[in-house]
Structures are given as C-alpha cells and as structure tokens.
C-alpha cells in the first residue's frame, strides 16, 4: 500500500525557523514534490527531491531520506506571506503522484 | 501569471452531463498534468501527458479521458458527471519529469 503522513497544522512566528515533516510509505519510489498553496489560489511547485540530501532554494530548502521514507520542508525567516497549505507529493516508478492531505501554516507576528 | 491558462473559470452543470474542460502550457513546455482538488479528498493527480503521448495515469476514473493536441494543449473530458466530481480542476505545465510544474488558475466545477 501507500500512505503519506504530514501534520495537519503548524503555527510559527515571523521570523523564525519551521520544519514541515512528510513520511511516507511507498513501492516504486521515485521522488518527492513540495508545493505550497495559498487558499483560493494554485499550487506552486516548490522542489522536487530524487536524490539523498539537503536542496537548497532561498529561504525554503527540502531535504530527502530514501531509507527512512522521510522528507522535511525547511522554511527560514519567516514572513507572514508563507501563511499557506504546503503540500507533499511522493512520485512512484511510472509517474503516478501520490499527494499528503496538506499542512497548513500559521504564521503569527 | 504562470503563463499556463484554462478555459473555462467556471462551469455550472447537471448530472449525467459531459463536459470539456482546456489547457494550454506555458511556452516550450512539453508535460501537461490534471489534477483534481475537492474539500474532502485533497489535491489528486489524475493524469500526465508529454509531447502528445500519455505519461503517468493517477487515480482518474473511467468516466474522464484526456489528450494532448500535436500544438500541445490538452483537454480533460468529464461525462456522466455526478454531484461528487464538483471540484477544482487544475492544469499545471513543465518542461520534463521532475522540472518545476507552472499550475494554471483552475477550472471550478459545479455539479448540480
């Protein structure tokens, strides 16, 4: 089977640091999507991770463990304009792209 | 603007209906992808396209077909609509697998 599991909500202050977690489980991994989306609007393609590692993009880096069937979304100096749905997607041998339900963002001044 | 657009914005319709909703990709971009977003399921890959021939099939029901045109667009078919297929309906563009997706503004579905 497949399951994909990120927290529901998470509340950060401007400014600060917030790691976004997203484990999954998967046959036929292939990579993993970040998107972020504001509410009323479309997503936005974040990052796509293959590889083992830390990718770095601005103040949003994504990091990617194979073994561990784990990701994280990396958010630095906060601003209030981040106050969205991040999303992740695990892409399996073929193309097939299996969504989280989606962790919504607070951040407060 | 992501440089993606879909037609229409809106669409009211009855059940039992069909219904073509269209894409166009951003310039040079040879991927197309259909997603479908409701309140209750979240954001759902249906199905992906590139340079004409299709790529990956998500969980698109035998209902719903797509293609894509030689000049690149794409069209998402939906027939036998029922109350549940009310959603958004968006169409997102890239250059290849794994290159940044552009989303365009969605088409909303209304089912009634």
């Known amino acids: 089977g497949q399951n994909i599991d990120q927290p529901t909500e998470m509340t950060a202050t401007e400014g600060a640091i917030v790691q976004i977690n997203c484990t999954y489980q998967?046959?036929?991994?292939?990579?993993l999507f970040w998107y972020q989306q504001h509410a009323g609007e479309a997503p936005t393609f974040l990052s796509y991770n293959v590889l083992d590692g830390l990718e770095e993009k601005g103040r949003f880096s994504s990091f990617l463990s194979r073994s561990k069937g784990y990701s994280y979304l990396l958010l630095k100096e906060l601003q209030m304009k981040d106050s969205a749905s991040y999303l992740c997607?695990?892409?399996?041998?073929?193309?097939?792209?299996?969504f989280g339900q989606g962790t919504e963002l607070s951040v407060k001044p | 603007d992501s440089g993606v657009t879909q037609t229409p914005k809106h669409l009211i319709t009855a059940t039992g209906q069909r219904v073509t909703l269209r894409c166009s990709p951003r310039?040079?971009?040879?991927?197309v992808y259909w997603y479908q977003q409701s309140l209750d399921q979240g954001l759902q890959f249906l199905i992906q396209?590139?340079?004409?021939?299709?790529?990956a099939k998500g969980n698109i029901l035998e209902r719903f077909s797509a293609q894509q045109f030689p000049d690149l667009h794409s069209e998402l078919n939906l027939s036998s609509l029922e109350l549940g297929d009310s959603a958004l309906y968006f169409c997102?563009?890239?250059?290849?697998?794994?290159?940044?997706?552009?989303f365009g503004p969605g088409t909303r579905l209304l089912v009634l």
């Open positions: 998967t046959s036929g991994f292939n990579g």
């Open positions: 997607a695990v892409e399996r041998q073929g193309g097939k792209l299996i």
């Open positions: 396209y590139y340079n004409g021939e299709e790529r």
């Open positions: 310039s040079g971009d040879l991927s």
């Open positions: 997102a563009s890239s250059a290849d697998r794994g290159e940044t997706q552009y």
